[in-house]
């Protein structure tokens, strides 16, 4: 499951995948992912939150890529990925490097709670 949110007062956006995530869940909060997106300023902040990750489909791939092509558009300014267990890590940091523009502020750490303190929360 993904589930995505956005306050606008922090300007940030969060993605929380769990359990098995799926092509269809992905595609399914598409639409949710640009209207969330055009209510933050640009500069925002991305929060993705895999603790309660199970598994993703390798399909799942071009959905990840499409939404770093948006965030990038969007100018997003810094990603706080929160992932306990390495074995959980997608590939997000090689999507990165071809999805996100340098000047993007990456920071992966392992609890919420550190991510917190890095948002400056």
Do not use: W
Not at 16 to 44: C, N, R, W, Y
């Amino acid at each position: 499951m993904l589930k995505v949110k956005a306050d606008q007062a922090k300007n940030l956006l969060t993605m929380t995948f769990s359990g098995h995530v799926t092509p269809e869940e992905m595609k399914a909060e598409d639409e949710k992912i640009k209207t969330l997106l055009a209510g933050l300023q640009p500069g925002f902040r991305l929060l993705t939150d895999l603790t309660p990750l199970e598994s993703m489909d390798p399909a799942c791939r071009p959905y990840i890529s499409r939404n770093m092509d948006q965030f990038s558009k969007k100018d997003i300014s810094k990603v706080v990925r929160v992932i306990p267990d390495p074995r959980k890590d997608i590939g997000l940091n090689i999507l990165s490097v071809f999805h996100y523009p340098r000047r993007t502020g990456i920071v992966t750490c392992k609890t919420l709670a550190e991510a917190a303190v890095l948002l400056g929360e």
